[in-house]
């Protein structure tokens, strides 16, 4: 496949899990893949390579994307490498979860660093950046709508990324820029499973209609509909892929 003419997208936190599913999902739809991780080098090095071998065009770009200053050295280096970027896909988050009563000052800063500051530094970055006709699409959360104690300090991030969301595709007007979320429900991934009993998991995978957990798949399935041409009037939207859960 040649890579001359292709469309670049910036995944964030994509060394593994969704964002992974999400970057080899647009690679076999063609795009140039800057692929952003925080610290697992090995694990992007290795999806890099397995991109690369299936004749994409691949990059990594280490960032911490709490940091302004490393977003900017993160969109510079994709610009050098492979040229402006056309879809940012903002997926890069962390979750932990306890009582609101009972969550640690250090739990709120970072998940707010991360999940929030993360989102608004790359949106700030792509607002000047972004080539005209572009998307960004941001992940949010079903959990958001499903207030389950523990997530409150999780959903407050979720809820600001789809205020950010419906305010930023506003912002925008004139440039051709499509902003939306999805909103994953519960997903198999190894962060989802990991420390749940087998009886956790099947409750989770009896919640929703269709019963079954989410698949990484079905996330980066959405995500490719919001980025492919057959997105291109969904604007502003948050779109719940959870099996009918919420």
Do not use: C
């Not at 690679?27 to 992007?44: C, M, P, R, V």
């Not at 993360?118 to 959360?141: K, P, Q, Y």
Request: aromatic share 6%; hydrophobic share 45%; no cysteine.
């Amino acid at each position: 496949m040649s890579n001359t003419h292709s469309q670049i997208a910036l995944i964030t936190g994509a060394s593994r899990g969704i964002g992974a599913t999400i970057a080899r999902r647009l690679a076999n739809d063609g795009f140039a893949i800057a692929l952003n991780y925080a610290a697992s080098a090995t694990e992007a090095a290795a999806l890099v390579a397995e991109l690369k071998q299936a004749g994409a065009n691949a990059y990594a770009v280490q960032a911490d994307v709490s940091k302004a200053d490393e977003v900017r050295r993160m969109f510079d280096a994709v610009e050098q490498q492979l040229g402006k970027i056309d879809v940012l896909v903002n997926n890069a988050g962390i979750l932990k979860t306890a009582p609101l009563a009972q969550s640690t000052d250090e739990a709120f800063e970072q998940m707010f660093a991360i999940n929030v500051r993360g989102v608004f530094n790359t949106l700030r970055e792509a607002a000047t950046r972004l080539n005209d006709g572009g998307r960004i699409i941001n992940l949010s959360s079903t959990t958001l709508a499903l207030n389950l104690p523990g997530y409150a300090i999780y959903n407050g991030t979720k809820a600001a990324v789809e205020a950010f969301t419906r305010v930023f595709v506003k912002e925008l007007r004139g440039r051709r820029i499509t902003v939306n979320s999805v909103a994953p429900g519960p997903v198999a991934t190894e962060l989802f499973l990991n420390g749940k009993t087998d009886e956790q998991v099947q409750a989770f995978a009896k919640m929703p209609p269709l019963e079954r957990l989410g698949r990484p798949d079905d996330i980066a399935g959405a995500v490719a509909f919001l980025a492919g041409r057959d997105g291109s009037w969904v604007n502003g939207q948050v779109i719940r892929a959870n099996g009918g859960i919420a």
